[in-house]
Protein backbone atom coordinates (compact mmCIF):
# COMPACT_ATOMS: atom_id res chain seq x y z
CA UNK A 1 0.00 0.00 0.00
CA UNK A 2 0.73 3.51 -0.46
CA UNK A 3 2.56 4.87 2.70
CA UNK A 4 3.40 8.53 1.30
CA UNK A 5 6.58 10.34 0.03
CA UNK A 6 9.11 10.21 2.59
CA UNK A 7 9.82 13.81 5.42
CA UNK A 8 13.18 14.24 3.73
CA UNK A 9 14.34 17.58 5.29
CA UNK A 10 15.93 18.13 8.50
CA UNK A 11 13.63 20.09 10.77
CA UNK A 12 16.06 22.73 11.64
CA UNK A 13 14.57 25.22 14.05
CA UNK A 14 12.95 27.74 13.27
CA UNK A 15 11.46 26.85 9.93
CA UNK A 16 9.22 28.43 7.19
CA UNK A 17 5.43 26.90 8.74
CA UNK A 18 4.20 27.58 4.84
CA UNK A 19 6.69 25.76 3.15
CA UNK A 20 6.45 22.59 6.11
CA UNK A 21 2.41 23.30 5.28
CA UNK A 22 3.12 21.80 1.40
CA UNK A 23 5.42 19.48 2.41
CA UNK A 24 3.70 17.88 4.54
CA UNK A 25 0.44 18.12 2.90
CA UNK A 26 2.43 16.03 0.51
CA UNK A 27 3.05 13.40 2.71
CA UNK A 28 -0.05 13.14 4.24
CA UNK A 29 -2.59 13.61 1.14
CA UNK A 30 -2.50 11.24 -2.12
CA UNK A 31 -5.56 11.29 -4.41
CA UNK A 32 -7.94 12.99 -2.54
CA UNK A 33 -7.36 10.85 0.43
CA UNK A 34 -5.24 11.84 4.14
CA UNK A 35 -3.82 10.06 6.56
CA UNK A 36 -5.69 8.76 9.78
CA UNK A 37 -4.09 6.11 12.40
CA UNK A 38 -7.19 6.49 14.65
CA UNK A 39 -11.16 6.95 14.97
CA UNK A 40 -12.41 7.15 18.59
CA UNK A 41 -15.17 8.89 20.64
CA UNK A 42 -14.14 11.13 23.27
CA UNK A 43 -15.09 13.24 26.24
CA UNK A 44 -14.19 16.67 25.15
CA UNK A 45 -17.03 18.78 24.53
CA UNK A 46 -18.86 16.73 26.66
CA UNK A 47 -18.59 13.63 24.00
CA UNK A 48 -17.06 14.21 20.57
CA UNK A 49 -16.56 11.81 17.66
CA UNK A 50 -13.05 12.11 16.56
CA UNK A 51 -11.30 11.16 13.59
CA UNK A 52 -6.99 11.42 14.79
CA UNK A 53 -4.78 12.25 11.62
CA UNK A 54 -1.21 13.19 11.28
CA UNK A 55 0.53 15.94 10.13
CA UNK A 56 1.08 20.03 11.10
CA UNK A 57 3.00 23.05 9.86
CA UNK A 58 3.97 24.02 13.02
CA UNK A 59 5.79 21.73 15.71
CA UNK A 60 4.28 23.00 19.17
CA UNK A 61 6.65 22.29 22.13
CA UNK A 62 3.32 21.04 23.92
CA UNK A 63 2.42 19.08 21.23
CA UNK A 64 0.17 15.82 22.56
CA UNK A 65 1.15 14.17 19.04
CA UNK A 66 4.52 15.80 18.91
CA UNK A 67 6.28 12.56 17.47
CA UNK A 68 3.66 11.92 14.99
CA UNK A 69 3.91 15.14 13.91
CA UNK A 70 7.83 15.28 13.58
CA UNK A 71 7.48 12.19 11.23
CA UNK A 72 3.89 12.29 9.48
CA UNK A 73 5.64 9.90 6.64
CA UNK A 74 5.77 6.98 9.56
CA UNK A 75 2.22 6.54 10.78
CA UNK A 76 -1.36 6.19 9.78
CA UNK A 77 -3.35 4.91 6.24
CA UNK A 78 -4.99 6.55 3.49
CA UNK A 79 -9.07 7.33 3.88
CA UNK A 80 -10.71 9.28 1.46
CA UNK A 81 -13.30 11.91 2.78
CA UNK A 82 -16.15 9.41 2.06
CA UNK A 83 -14.12 6.61 4.09
CA UNK A 84 -13.90 8.52 7.06
CA UNK A 85 -17.47 9.99 7.30
CA UNK A 86 -18.47 6.56 7.09
CA UNK A 87 -16.32 5.46 10.21
CA UNK A 88 -17.45 8.91 11.99
CA UNK A 89 -20.97 8.13 11.72
CA UNK A 90 -20.63 4.38 12.72
CA UNK A 91 -19.48 5.75 15.46
CA UNK A 92 -21.88 8.01 16.39
CA UNK A 93 -24.60 6.20 15.63
CA UNK A 94 -23.47 3.77 18.57
CA UNK A 95 -22.84 6.64 20.97
CA UNK A 96 -25.98 8.52 19.40
CA UNK A 97 -23.41 11.38 19.49
CA UNK A 98 -23.49 14.01 16.12
CA UNK A 99 -21.16 15.77 17.15
CA UNK A 100 -18.07 15.49 15.35
CA UNK A 101 -13.83 17.05 14.89
CA UNK A 102 -10.34 15.81 13.23
CA UNK A 103 -7.76 16.06 15.82
CA UNK A 104 -4.39 14.99 16.75
CA UNK A 105 -2.59 17.30 13.43
CA UNK A 106 -3.34 20.38 11.64
CA UNK A 107 -6.45 19.54 9.21
CA UNK A 108 -5.81 22.96 6.90
CA UNK A 109 -2.44 22.32 5.16
CA UNK A 110 -3.02 23.63 1.59
CA UNK A 111 -6.20 22.93 -0.98
CA UNK A 112 -6.04 19.61 -1.08
CA UNK A 113 -6.31 18.82 2.32
CA UNK A 114 -9.19 21.72 3.24
CA UNK A 115 -11.05 20.22 0.04
CA UNK A 116 -11.04 16.61 2.07
CA UNK A 117 -11.73 18.52 5.42
CA UNK A 118 -14.74 19.72 3.26
CA UNK A 119 -15.53 16.68 1.98
CA UNK A 120 -15.70 15.34 5.36
CA UNK A 121 -17.86 17.42 6.99
CA UNK A 122 -20.52 17.33 4.03
CA UNK A 123 -20.56 13.59 4.30
CA UNK A 124 -21.38 13.70 8.12
CA UNK A 125 -24.79 14.72 9.31
CA UNK A 126 -23.99 16.76 12.44
CA UNK A 127 -22.28 19.82 13.37
CA UNK A 128 -17.83 19.85 13.14
CA UNK A 129 -16.05 21.42 14.91
CA UNK A 130 -12.25 22.34 12.99
CA UNK A 131 -9.96 22.38 15.59
CA UNK A 132 -7.14 24.34 13.49
CA UNK A 133 -4.00 26.62 14.13
CA UNK A 134 -5.40 29.04 11.31
CA UNK A 135 -2.24 29.85 9.62
CA UNK A 136 -2.91 28.17 6.57
CA UNK A 137 -6.49 30.49 6.53
CA UNK A 138 -4.23 33.71 7.23
CA UNK A 139 -1.92 32.88 4.16
CA UNK A 140 -4.94 31.68 1.97
CA UNK A 141 -7.61 33.19 2.78
CA UNK A 142 -9.58 31.58 -0.60
CA UNK A 143 -9.33 28.17 1.40
CA UNK A 144 -12.02 29.79 3.74
CA UNK A 145 -14.34 29.72 1.70
CA UNK A 146 -14.73 26.00 1.34
CA UNK A 147 -16.45 26.10 4.33
CA UNK A 148 -18.91 28.21 3.70
CA UNK A 149 -22.09 27.13 4.58
CA UNK A 150 -21.47 24.08 6.20
CA UNK A 151 -22.31 23.08 9.33
CA UNK A 152 -18.85 24.35 11.28
CA UNK A 153 -18.10 25.94 14.06
CA UNK A 154 -14.27 26.79 14.49
CA UNK A 155 -11.88 26.97 17.25
CA UNK A 156 -8.62 28.43 16.42
CA UNK A 157 -5.70 27.74 18.81
CA UNK A 158 -3.58 30.65 18.47
CA UNK A 159 -0.23 29.82 19.61
CA UNK A 160 1.82 33.29 20.70
CA UNK A 161 0.95 36.58 21.99
CA UNK A 162 3.73 37.84 19.79
CA UNK A 163 6.39 36.79 17.25
CA UNK A 164 9.02 35.48 20.04
CA UNK A 165 6.54 33.71 21.82
CA UNK A 166 5.34 32.09 18.97
CA UNK A 167 8.66 31.10 17.47
CA UNK A 168 9.73 29.61 20.51
CA UNK A 169 5.93 27.77 20.93
CA UNK A 170 5.86 26.78 17.45
CA UNK A 171 9.52 25.89 16.29
CA UNK A 172 8.20 28.08 13.59
CA UNK A 173 9.51 31.64 12.56
CA UNK A 174 7.51 34.41 14.44
CA UNK A 175 7.23 36.36 11.23
CA UNK A 176 4.53 34.12 10.90
CA UNK A 177 2.60 35.06 13.55
CA UNK A 178 -0.08 37.16 12.09
CA UNK A 179 -1.45 35.16 10.02
CA UNK A 180 -3.24 33.07 12.66
CA UNK A 181 -4.44 36.44 13.71
CA UNK A 182 -5.49 37.30 9.88
CA UNK A 183 -7.22 33.75 9.73
CA UNK A 184 -10.14 35.47 12.89
CA UNK A 185 -10.42 38.31 10.35
CA UNK A 186 -11.35 36.26 7.52
CA UNK A 187 -13.47 33.90 9.20
CA UNK A 188 -15.28 37.09 10.54
CA UNK A 189 -15.45 38.50 7.37
CA UNK A 190 -16.77 35.03 5.66
CA UNK A 191 -19.81 34.35 8.92
CA UNK A 192 -17.95 31.02 9.62
CA UNK A 193 -18.63 31.38 13.68
CA UNK A 194 -15.29 30.54 15.47
CA UNK A 195 -13.68 31.30 18.86
CA UNK A 196 -9.90 31.59 20.18
CA UNK A 197 -8.07 28.85 22.40
CA UNK A 198 -4.77 29.45 23.97
CA UNK A 199 -2.46 27.77 26.37
CA UNK A 200 -2.63 29.41 29.26
CA UNK A 201 -0.15 27.50 31.32
CA UNK A 202 2.45 29.09 28.81
CA UNK A 203 0.61 32.36 28.40
CA UNK A 204 -0.41 33.44 31.95
CA UNK A 205 -2.70 36.23 32.21
CA UNK A 206 0.23 38.91 30.83
CA UNK A 207 0.41 36.72 27.73
CA UNK A 208 -3.45 36.60 27.12
CA UNK A 209 -4.18 40.06 27.55
CA UNK A 210 -1.27 41.21 25.50
CA UNK A 211 -3.60 38.66 22.47
CA UNK A 212 -6.36 39.73 23.57
CA UNK A 213 -5.09 43.85 22.57
CA UNK A 214 -4.02 42.40 19.50
CA UNK A 215 -7.23 40.07 18.37
CA UNK A 216 -8.50 41.85 14.95
CA UNK A 217 -12.11 40.97 15.85
CA UNK A 218 -13.77 40.52 19.41
CA UNK A 219 -14.49 36.66 19.97
CA UNK A 220 -14.57 34.06 23.11
CA UNK A 221 -11.19 33.59 24.46
CA UNK A 222 -10.97 29.66 25.90
CA UNK A 223 -7.86 28.64 28.21
CA UNK A 224 -6.58 25.24 27.49
CA UNK A 225 -4.45 23.79 29.95
CA UNK A 226 -1.23 21.25 29.54
CA UNK A 227 -0.88 17.70 28.96
CA UNK A 228 2.24 17.24 31.19
CA UNK A 229 3.59 14.10 29.43
CA UNK A 230 7.61 13.74 30.25
CA UNK A 231 8.47 14.71 26.49
CA UNK A 232 6.08 17.70 26.96
CA UNK A 233 7.97 19.16 30.05
CA UNK A 234 11.23 18.34 28.26
CA UNK A 235 10.25 20.05 25.25
CA UNK A 236 9.26 22.85 26.38
CA UNK A 237 12.26 22.99 28.62
CA UNK A 238 14.57 22.83 25.32
CA UNK A 239 12.59 25.60 23.74
CA UNK A 240 13.37 27.97 27.51
CA UNK A 241 9.41 27.89 27.89
CA UNK A 242 8.51 28.39 31.42
CA UNK A 243 5.36 27.37 32.40
CA UNK A 244 3.01 30.42 34.63
CA UNK A 245 1.38 29.51 37.50
S1 LIG B 1 -0.62 23.26 15.97
FE1 LIG B 1 -1.64 21.66 17.18
S2 LIG B 1 -1.24 19.77 16.06
FE2 LIG B 1 0.19 21.29 15.29
S3 LIG B 1 2.05 20.96 16.48
FE3 LIG B 1 0.83 22.58 17.48
S4 LIG B 1 -0.38 21.51 19.04
FE4 LIG B 1 0.35 19.95 17.58
Redesign the pocket.
Known amino acids: MYKGKKNSRFLKLPFNPVERAREVERIVMHNGKRKYYRFRYTRYYGGIVTADTVG?????A?????FK?LHPERYGEFYSPEEVAERLLKIARAKNCYLFRIS???PILGKDSAKHVARVIASTSGEFIL?T?GLMFGYSPELVDLFVGLNVVVRV?V?GWDEESFEKI?GAKGEFFHYQLEALEVLAEKGIPFWVAVMYDVFGEEGVETLRNKLPVPCRVEYEHLETYPFVLENLKKRGIILRD
Do not use: I, V
Open positions: CDLLCYCWNYNGAEENTKT
